[in-house]
């Protein structure tokens, strides 16, 4: 029995300007690919003593600030988006909800506000994302084009690098966009080894699907993060693709640094390349 098709888009909803940036680029993907776009209100849980009556009032008066916020959107956008209210921010309440709304894709602003005195950073966002059988999408400007037109690729020794790869090919598909593959300068010959493996699988696949595609390779003295986001802004690019290890990093090594190209961050083994996504 083959599985349901993932086409909905989940846009944790804050009220802030940083959750309307996301809602653009959650927008632009859902009408380029014919998916839905959910607002997923996230609030503090207020413990196991609560009485459900109590926990029933505050998701029924969310939902009330929440569906006016739709209103607003379906006029402004042209998109009617599902709403949810949700009591708790674990991981396991964002890996139910993925699967009861059949999601394909997280779209996120640079923080989420829970309430006045708690709003996570990408750092706490990752504890609830890692490990999803989707990605997600970290925006924080507005989309600089149309559609993704120029996406960079960080391309690397790494097994798991083809994982990426795949979305890639799925990007390509709806875009008709240029892949700007760029790699690292290597001085270990067992690491180089393993580039020129995905290299050629890369050239194989890329070229197999008839899609445009160029490679570069990082100055020899330059860190290779710097490096990706000095070619993607120089290019003005739409998207960098990361595995969330490699998202991580760039985190660690530019824990100020402004996003102004948005970042899909990929998870290991994600579901949505077998079975669904953007088809």
């Known amino acids: 029995m083959s599985k349901k098709k993932k086409d909905v888009i989940i846009v944790p909803w804050d009220y802030t300007p940083q959750s309307d940036i996301a809602l653009m680029h959650a927008v632009q993907l859902a009408k380029e690919v014919n998916n839905k776009v959910m607002l997923a209100r996230f609030l503090e849980n207020p413990g196991f003593f609560t009485s459900k009556a109590k ?8 939902k009330v600030t929440l569906q006016a916020e739709g209103e607003r959107i379906l006029k402004e956008y042209g998109i009617n988006p599902f709403i949810t209210v949700e009591l708790g921010t674990s991981f396991s309440n964002f890996h139910r909800l993925v699967k009861e709304a059949n999601a394909n894709l997280f779209l996120l602003g640079k923080t989420y506000k829970v309430n006045d005195k708690v709003t996570y950073h990408p750092k706490e966002m990752i504890k609830r994302l890692r490990g999803l059988d989707i990605p997600f999408i970290m925006a924080q400007e507005k989309p600089a084009h149309n559609y993704y037109k120029e996406i960079v690729v ?28 760029i790699k690292p300068y290597l001085h270990d010959d067992y690491r ?24 570069k390779t990082a100055k020899k003295n330059k860190e290779f993060n710097d490096e990706i986001l000095s070619f993607a802004e120089n290019i003005d690019s739409d998207l960098i693709l990361m595995m969330v290890k490699k998202y991580r990093k760039h985190l660690s090594d530019h824990p100020d640094y402004e996003e102004k190209i948005p970042i899909m961050v990929i998870n290991r083994n994600t579901e949505i390349i077998k079975y669904g996504g953007f088809r």
């Not at 393993?194 to 890329?206: G, S």
């Open 192 to 215: 180089k080894k393993d580039m020129a493996n995905n290299i050629y699988f890369t050239k194989k696949m890329l070229d197999k699907k008839n899609i445009i595609y160029g490679i």
């Open 154 to 181: 960080p391309l690397d020794h790494d097994k798991n690098y083809k994982e990426t790869l795949h979305w890639v090919v799925y990007l390509s598909k709806y875009y008709n966009c240029n892949i700007n593959i």
């Open 55 to 62: 926990k029933e009032q505050l998701i029924t008066e969310e």
